[in-house]
Structure formats: structure tokens, C-alpha cells
């Protein structure tokens, strides 16, 4: 069981190139979302899904696409990346039973510089 | 909105000293609170979590009673070692899985 995984670790921009960023989970985790890691400001909400083909947007979604085309897969895209950006992104899966939510699951992150 | 509050850091203890690292909440209805821990280079993992006022959460030593008179979630360890040096997060959670309110974060050091 690798649970979350994202690729790459790290990976250095320049303003206005695009890239995506990759997190699978197989624990058939029906919710994933994205954050990003900024000092002083915790986490925050970028987009997130609730399942398959369901994705809505979080705190901070612009400058961000999502899909969910599988349980699996999350991907994260930048569309034309700006400084603003640079950052830590964490993708984190959960569950539910029976209407009760579970904790978040992480992955280990990826370090974005956009220069 | 829902709010988290941590105290400050960084927090340096030498190690077996206590470890209290406080946490505040300003929430609607009645959130489940979590504390999370990232250790260097890696990602959050959940310490401990508390679902209804007066549950205390606990996990490797460490320990958190969810305090609903003075919304209140701190996080205590009798004695820290070298290993828990990280930064700890407070969360909480109300009305889904999308509503989930992080706070800033206090990092810990503890010195031998």
C-alpha cells in the first residue's frame, strides 16, 4: 500500500510555462484534495473532489485546473505559472462511512519555484 | 468562517521537558478537531484526533482534550524527545470533507 503518491518532488518555472502536478492514491479513497503550504498561512484549499468526475473549487483556486477521471488520479494543473505560486503543494485523500468523515491522509509534497 | 488559532513558534524545549503547544477554535455547530504533525521533508500525518467536547485524543504521548466551554484543543506531551522535533498543525472540521480549517502551525525543537 504506497497510499498517497506525488510526482515530481520539486521542480523550478519560469512565468507563463505550464506544468501538472501528479498525485494517485490506492486506497480507494472516494475524496481528494489539493493544498498549498505558504509560511505563516497553514494550508490551504486549492480544489478538491468527491469523487470521480466531481471536482469543485477550494480557498485559493485561480491559476489551478483539476480532473478526476479516475478514483486514483488528481492531477493538479498550472496553467501559466506566475511567483505568486511558488510554494509546497500537498495532495490528501479521505473517506466516509456512514456520513462520518475520516482524516486526511498526505502525500509527501512537491517544492514548486517559479522564477 | 471557521478560524484556528496556534501559538507562535518556533518552540524550543531540551529534551524530556513538557510540552504544551495551545490551540483555539472559532467554529459553527460542532466541529471534530484534529492535530497533525509534518516531520522535515514530508507531508502531514494525523496525531490525534476528538470528535465531541470532552474527548481527549492520544497518540505516541501526546495528548489533546477537546474543550468546548473555552474552545480549546492544546496539545501536551509529559516529556519530548529529540524524535518529535516537527511542526504541528491544529485543524478542525465541520459539515463535510471540504470544510477543513488548518491552522498556521508551531514548530518544535527539542535539543538533547
Known amino acids: 500500500n504506497a497510499g498517497v503518491t506525488q510526482t515530481p518532488k520539486f521542480q523550478v518555472l519560469k512565468t507563463g510555462q505550464s506544468m501538472t502536478l501528479q498525485c494517485a492514491q490506492d486506497?480507494?479513497?472516494?475524496?481528494m484534495s489539493w493544498y498549498r503550504q505558504d509560511p505563516g498561512m497553514g494550508l490551504r484549499l486549492i480544489h478538491y473532489s468527491v469523487g470521480a468526475g466531481i471536482t469543485d473549487q477550494g480557498e485559493v483556486p485561480n491559476g489551478y485546473n483539476v480532473s478526476r477521471s479516475t478514483t486514483e488520479d488528481f492531477p493538479l494543473r498550472l496553467l501559466s505559472a506566475a511567483p505568486s505560486q511558488t510554494s509546497v503543494y500537498f495532495c490528501?485523500?479521505?473517506?466516509?462511512?456512514?456520513?462520518?468523515?475520516?482524516?486526511?491522509?498526505f502525500g509527501p509534497g512537491t517544492r514548486l519555484t517559479v522564477t | 468562517g471557521d478560524s484556528v488559532t496556534q501559538m507562535e513558534g518556533p518552540v524550543t524545549l531540551s529534551e524530556e521537558a513538557f510540552l504544551t503547544i495551545n490551540c483555539t477554535y472559532t467554529?459553527?455547530?460542532?466541529?471534530?478537531l484534529f492535530w497533525y504533525v509534518q516531520y522535515p521533508g514530508e507531508g502531514l500525518q494525523l496525531l490525534l484526533k476528538a470528535t465531541k467536547a470532552d474527548d481527549k485524543g492520544s497518540n505516541k504521548g501526546f495528548e489533546a482534550t477537546y474543550r468546548k466551554e473555552t474552545t480549546s484543543f492544546h496539545l501536551e506531551k509529559g516529556s519530548v524527545q529529540v524524535s518529535d522535533s516537527a511542526v504541528y498543525f491544529c485543524?478542525?472540521?465541520?459539515?463535510?470533507?471540504?470544510?477543513?480549517?488548518f491552522g498556521t502551525g508551531t514548530k518544535l525543537q527539542v535539543i538533547p
Open positions: 485543524a478542525l472540521s465541520t459539515g463535510g470533507y471540504q470544510k477543513v480549517t
Open positions: 490528501a485523500s479521505s473517506y466516509s462511512l456512514a456520513g462520518a468523515f475520516y482524516e486526511q491522509y
Open positions: 467554529a459553527t455547530g460542532y466541529p471534530s
Open positions: 486506497m480507494n479513497h472516494e475524496y
